[in-house]
């Protein structure tokens, strides 16, 4: 078809460099970005046992990184906060699938601006790298955790990371700010303008509502980062006082006034907050699409699942103050905060009982992705319910600086997210790779991942309520601990065996890429358009025709077809639908 | 004006590249088709998209601006606290602008705004006679009009010596970037608007390139001195918009 090569805008790569280096194909860029998250959360993940190993072995001389000081430890927690939230959960839900799903699942070619989504996926691989050599300078990582605040993070000299290393953490995160930017507005264009005939709004898949709305909210909230950001750079390095009081640091007054810490906190959290949902809602998304997919059903309340992510992103908005409650913010403020927190729970409850409403009476079909669907729903559930006492003044400044947060957090916005990316990969790998992944290993990686997981963060509420403090490196020193430490113990052993589960996921990964049974087209039975054009997908998606859209996104059990399911593409079901 | 002489080759081989059947040549223009599907390269469509693209990428400017905006406000309500006399004092101390020089800055800025929109009004014209053009023997005559995009570029250059002006004078007067939280901000906002404003600078240079040395077909230049152009009247709003602001939180 001659037309067709007029139809997509950038012609097919050729040569290597420009097949899978600089390509402008949504599908590589996207497998590109899935790896740079792979690498990174290795990274985070090898962070993550350091801390771990040194909690309860705190003399142990460990390899590559020697004996572990305080300081040492405030770094590790830093660079593994920063690593997991920017560069995994925030890089492969969105850039990893959104990028390689999206504009196939709406029936578009490829991406709005395939140049700029090119560019955007290099811009966050330099900030990666730029966050990497902070390890290798002078003084080496910073140790002012992932929330950078200020006078710690804005002086120079408040600690041995705090060099060079806090410089180029900060330039960092402002290089990865403008990348997610570019991205953003790629995704809410590609959405609003690119879909196919026949693909309304409310014909969307919820995977796409769940990109198209975390965009808006990296759009919204990305910038004021790096406002935030720009500000820091100039408290560090041009001897403003934005952030930094009067203050005196080893006996010397320094040359800074008048500055509020304060004011990076609002900054950073009206970010900080948003950002959390930027790494759940995808996972929110790809859930709804697997449990319907594998319990043989519509989605129940399609439109009721719309609204409640765009009542979460829209919430999103206006809770930062809950993270500030410590901050001695005025109880009325707090008040204000507190109950807008509380009302997300109303939207996530409606998406909580939607997804159980899905599975009830499902003729279900437990494969891998369904089971990490279904553990990301256990997750959200479970890290979930300890939001609400958070969100109250009253427990949270008790709570605040133990374990309790740590536990919350980790569940409902870390594991529940990377269960949201195992449940992706798992559903899409047939697409992306033409191979099927192993079941049996899967299954595997799925149950000692789930269990493993649990054991890590749940005895953290436990220690939390004992009064346990985050962030302490010794343990052993502290006299009220040692009754604690068995379980600071156990919770080590958990993350050992959790750890080594993820090598069953990467040699089932590598393994499936090369050796694993070829897919079909639609090995799953699924509706949505990736499904019904060829595995993996030629360059322009759709081998020069343009779908055409006549169904819902979930026809499953459909009374009188000739299926259980009827696809997208097929000709309209009755009227009654 | 057209005068119909058939048997004539068209003289423009770009003109024809644009309108006629073949199907054009194009590298990297750095966007997708999506819906339109029946076969002809759809400028209008791609010129709807641009701008979309352009006023999400200009809402990233705004929130970025927000968060500076709210800075400033919070950081002038703010007491400061002196650590060696444990007293609370007001640190603010009113910046001296050089507002006669702010004024021409602006002024040049206004009016290469205008003369922005005249080579936008120019293309859009030319772009709209290609296909009559592109008839075989169809002459529009010499089209020759004024450089107005040259003339942009040059304002804006203009703006930005203006701008570096206002700096020095800034020194001059012994307001540094340090010296108080007025003159952090002034230098802030004054230096973030120049760095956007540079990159509409460098966007007209490439619209520019791409009309004499690129050879691009008339519509894809148009898209992009559209894009170059909108961009650039919300460079001169955001100037204002920070001037007003300096005026009253100063």
Known sequence: MATSEVVHAHAGPQGFIRKYIFSLDHKVIGIQYFFLALTAVWVGMFLSLLMRIHLIWPQANLPIVGHIQPETYLALLTMHGTIMVFFVLTTAPQGGFGNYFLPIQIGAPDMAFPVLNMLSFWTTFVAFVVMLAAFFVTGGAPLHGWTGYPPLSALQSTGPGEGLGADLWITSIAIFCAASLMGALNFITTTLDLRAKGMTLMRMPLTVWSWFITAILGLLAFGVLLSAGILLLMDRNLGTSFFVPMVVVNGQLLGHKGGSPLLWQHLFWFFGHPEVYIAILPGMGVTSQILSTFARKPIFGYRAMVYAMLAIGFLGFMVWGHHMFMSGMSPYSAFAFSLLTMAIGVPSAIKTFNWLGTLYKGRIRFYTPMLFAIGFVSLFVSGGLSGPFLAQPTLDIPLHDTYFVVGHFHLIMGVAAIFGIFAATYYWFPKMFGRMMNEGLGKAHFWLTFIGTYAIFMPMHYLGMAGHPRRYSQLTEVAYLHNLIPLQTFMTYAAFITIGAQFIFVINLFWSMLKGPKAADNPWDATTVEWTTATPPPHDNFGGQTPVIHNGPYEYGVPGAARDFVMQTDPAVGAAH | ?250
């Open chain 2, 1 to 250: 004006m057209s005068t119909l002489a058939p048997n004539f080759a068209v003289k423009d081989p770009r003109a024809r590249d644009a309108g006629g059947g073949a199907p054009p040549s194009f590298g990297g223009g750095g966007d997708g088709n999506g819906g339109g599907g029946n076969g002809a390269f759809n400028y209008g469509e791609r010129l709807r998209r641009a701008r979309l693209g352009l006023v999400l990428g200009l809402t990233a400017v705004i929130m970025l601006f927000v968060g500076f905006t709210s800075a400033l406000l919070v950081r002038k309500g703010l007491p400061s606290f002196d650590a060696q006399t444990n007293t609370y004092s007001r640190d603010w101390v009113p910046i001296n602008l050089p507002w006669a020089l702010l004024l021409v800055n602006t002024a040049v800025l206004l009016v290469s705004s205008l003369t922005m929109e005249f080579a936008r009004r120019a293309i859009t014209r030319k772009a709209a006679l290609a296909p009559v053009k592109s008839i075989p023997g169809v002459s529009l005559g010499d089209e020759r009009g004024f450089p107005w995009l040259g003339t942009t570029v040059i304002l804006g250059m203009g703006f930005l010596a203006g701008q570096l002006l206002v700096w020095r004078i800034l020194h001059e007067h012994r307001f540094f970037v340090n010296t108080g939280p007025s003159s952090s901000f002034a230098y802030l906002l004054f230096a973030t608007h120049a760095v956007h404003l540079a990159g509409g600078v460098i966007a007209l240079m490439y619209a520019a390139a791409a009309s004499w040395m690129l050879h691009k077909p008339i519509e894809a230049q148009r898209i992009v001195v559209d894009i170059a152009a909108w961009y650039w009247h919300f460079m001169a709003l955001l100037w204002i918009y920070i001037v007003v602001l300096l005026m009253i939180v100063r």
